[in-house]
């Protein structure tokens, strides 16, 4: 009895070290600098018109990730110049799945067309800091005179084949929403994606 | 009638018989949970995967060998697969057939991932592949989000109790 006392609270503690690691809504984040598939490097700071970011965690080989490329194509389209860029940052090691090198990112990046920067993440290290677990995980910050703060942190939306005209778009009405100078009604979504790949450890 | 012709038909149904066995049923969540309730003491190891996830399909084969090795002990391996119910006929069960799966093949027969996923565990975000551990009995329930290699599987079961 005392033993499996002792596994609860230990098991309780590993979850609440496993949902402390990453951001969470409301927390500010620090600003990165990663090179892009044009070589040259990206950071927040470099973006001193925009008025937040929809930063997203997709990939190459993931098919739910490139199933939504379009739409983060539409999402830039629609928000950049209203403030809101997006960012893509791809969380996978290449050792740990192929198809997901630099090289790799340069040829999807130009094949799907992508309007928006497409980062490499050596070593997962923004990857883990963010707590990006699957692809595609999208985060969008507001800027506030304390910094870049999480507004909102899940799916685009919950229609992953795109094929329900009354889908909930998540990440266009958070945005929306704060360019209205409100907080979104909806902050954290789950859904369904491919796990991010990390070397075995 | 000849013999030999009845004795090919036998023959055949019984190399046939495993194959055309095996079906993938649509469940839903409620059925899942009210059969988990009627295992009493069975452990049930659940995987979540889907056709389109590779990291999935590459770990398929541990659970076949788990079902194997532990045939003789109460456990139960489910593979729930997340893929869309329109591709139920064109891509889940030419895949089950043609990786000759063992095990039971479920689609999960639910749309709303907001629901769905927490409900499964509040543990889980969702991504892919992910593993529940349930026994009713001993009042476990346990997510693992990741893919296993067959060992780390086993150990995983072998720590549950």
């Known amino acids: ?201 | 009638m000849p013999v030999k012709p009845v004795l090919y038909i036998i023959l055949l149904h019984a190399f046939l018989l495993p194959a055309s066995a095996q079906q993938v049923r649509l469940v839903t969540l409620d059925e899942l949970e009210r059969r988990f309730t009627a295992g009493g003491d069975t452990t049930y190891v659940i995987n979540f995967w889907a056709t389109w996830c590779g990291p999935c399909v590459d770990e398929l084969p541990h659970f076949e060998k788990f079902r194997q090795t532990f045939k003789d002990e109460p456990v139960r391996v489910l593979l729930v697969s997340l893929d869309a119910r329109s591709k139920l006929r064109g891509q889940v069960l030419p895949f089950v057939k043609k990786a000759r799966l063992q095990n039971e093949v479920i689609l999960l027969n639910e749309t709303d991932q907001q629901q769905y996923i927490d409900r499964i565990s509040p543990e889980w975000s969702g991504s892919l592949p992910a593993t529940l551990f349930v026994n009713k009995g001993k009042q476990l329930r346990r997510l693992q989000e990741r893919e296993f290699t067959y060992d780390q599987l086993v150990a995983t079961f072998r720590s549950l109790k």
């Open chain 1, 1 to 201: 009895m005392k033993r499996l006392l002792m596994l609860s609270l230990l098991a309780l503690a590993l979850m609440a070290l496993a949902q402390e690691t990453g951001y969470q809504v409301g927390q500010v984040v620090t600003d990165f600098t990663l090179k892009n598939t044009d070589q040259q490097t990206v950071s927040l700071a470099g973006y001193p018109q925009a008025k937040g970011y929809i930063v997203i965690f997709g990939c190459n080989t993931c098919p739910v990730s490139r199933g939504y490329e379009n739409r983060m194509v539409a999402l830039q389209d629609k928000f950049a110049a209203r403030g809101y860029p997006v960012i893509m940052i791809n969380p996978n090691d290449p050792e740990a799945q192929p198809g997901e090198s630099f090289e790799d990112m340069q040829q999807h990046a130009q094949k799907s067309k992508l309007n928006f920067p497409y980062l490499e993440d050596p070593g997962q290290v923004i990857t883990r800091r963010f707590g990006a677990l699957r692809t595609p995980h999208v985060f969008v910050l507001q800027k506030t005179p304390k910094g870049n703060v999480v507004a909102y942190i899940g799916a685009i939306d919950n229609d992953p084949d795109n094929g329900n005209n009354s889908k909930i778009n998540y990440v266009q009405n958070a945005v929306t929403a704060l360019l209205a100078g409100q907080q979104p009604e909806v902050t954290f979504t789950k859904a369904v994606g491919c796990g991010v790949k990390s070397r075995r450890s």
